[in-house]
């Protein structure tokens, strides 16, 4: 494993043990994590409750928001991010426009844009989304690359509690 590819995963890894120790102690789960690959990207998901996260994220565009966090609705909301890195050699996807999509039963129920934020393992893409839906569902990252023709998706499949 290159030294740039090892970095790249100890940051993803550092944040999903803290994430996930701290989910484990109030939840009792320890898996809100996923890694996917498309032809040019490497795709790391996180999906946390939003009532595991402490603090507002920080976006890299400060006149922006994220959408759909109304306070009577925060504990139907999670907070889904992800990590997006090219391939070969593992290089930040920073400048790219990211759209999130959940679905259920091949019925698209929300989509909307993953805003670019700062997290302590460096720049991600997230919104907050309802993904609790007790049955198999999926939740797809579309990937427009300003470097590349086209987009890319990324698509996981997640199980709610």
């Known amino acids: 494993m290159t030294f740039k ?12 043990l803290f994430v996930s120790a701290q989910a484990a102690q109030s939840t009792g789960e320890n898996q809100y994590f996923w890694q996917q690959e498309t032809e040019h990207y ?16 920080q ?5 922006k928001q994220l959408h759909d966090l109304r306070p009577a609705a925060e504990s139907e909301l999670s907070h889904v991010f ?18 999130g999509e959940v679905s259920y039963m091949g019925v698209v129920e929300a989509r909307k844009p993953m805003e670019k934020m700062r997290l302590s ?3 991600a893409y ?7 839906r007790q049955d198999e569902h999926t939740v797809a990252v579309q990937i427009h690359d300003h470097n590349r ?3 890319e998706t990324a698509v996981f499949t997640h199980v709610g509690r």
């Open 121 to 123: 393992t460096g720049i």
């Open 42 to 57: 490497r795709v790391y998901l996180g999906i946390v409750p939003v009532e595991l996260v402490k603090h507002q994220p």
């Open 149 to 151: 023709e086209g987009y």
């Open 82 to 99: 992800a990590w997006i890195y090219r391939k070969p050699g593992n290089e930040p996807v920073r400048d790219a426009t990211v759209f």
């Open 5 to 16: 590819r090892w970095s790249t995963f100890a940051r993803v890894a550092s944040l999903m």
């Open 126 to 132: 997230g919104n907050f989304f309802k993904v609790h």
């Open 59 to 63: 976006l890299l565009d400060e006149e």
